[in-house]
């Protein structure tokens, strides 16, 4: 006759139960571990926004400077007014990933000081967000693939139909110049956040 053990052995000489204590519980490292993870991957999300706010910088006063100084060749100006806009736009966007006030991360350590915060919630809170993340790089991503193609058709229309208004191809080839790093700048961070929910659903 198989008898089921829960918790309790029992022991025949001399006759006595004796109730198996409950291993220490996991909550604590459990608490510390989504804390960990959440400290990292604001981190990570700082980089990549001081990534993104470096690299327009760059190119808002790059192509500002090249478009007032070649300001008598219409590929030049159009190319520095094109790289101008990029680099403001991400310049604008990029503090949303830099926590500049630090109020994530003083509402993390919060949480993990908390004893009462159910920490099973925060963990899948802050999965879903990590996914909502995810998709947004995936939305950028098709973005960027967009600027490429639209780079190439007005490069290639200007090429061809109005081959002596060299603006059009100097706007063409800088969308496609924009287009590429931003491209490979959301993919990974597509990866990354995507990556970092993995991490949240497993111990």
């Known amino acids: 006759m198989r008898v089921v053990a829960l918790g309790c052995a029992l022991s025949l000489m001399p006759l006595t139960v004796v109730c198996a204590q409950p291993a220490p519980t996991s909550q604590a490292s459990d ?6 993870l959440r400290l990292e991957h604001r981190s990570s999300r700082q980089t990549a926004g ?13 192509g500002g400077l090249v478009a007032a100084i070649e300001h008598d060749r219409a590929e030049w100006v159009a ?26 991360e003083r509402n993390i350590l919060r949480e993990q000081a908390d004893s009462n915060a ?12 990590q996914l909502g993340v995810g998709q947004t790089f ?14 190439i058709l007005v490069y290639v229309l200007g090429s061809v139909q109005s081959p002596r208004v060299a603006w059009e191809q100097g706007a063409g080839l800088t969308f496609v110049v924009q287009g590429v790093p931003l491209l490979a700048f959301d993919i990974y961070n597509w990866i990354a956040a995507n ?9």
């Open 50 to 62: 001081w990534v993104l706010f470096s690299w327009g910088g760059i190119n808002a006063v790059g």
């Open 79 to 104: 190319a520095g007014l094109v790289s101008a806009a990029f680099g403001v736009v991400n310049a604008l966007l990029a503090p949303s990933l830099m926590d500049l006030s630090e109020a994530r």
């Open 118 to 129: 159910d920490f099973a919630a925060i963990r899948e809170r802050e999965r879903a967000s």
């Open 138 to 151: 995936a939305f950028n991503t098709g973005l960027d693939v967009f600027y490429i193609a639209t780079g």
């Open 31 to 36: 608490r510390t571990h989504v804390t960990q």
């Open 195 to 203: 990556e970092r929910a993995e991490a949240l659903a497993h111990r």
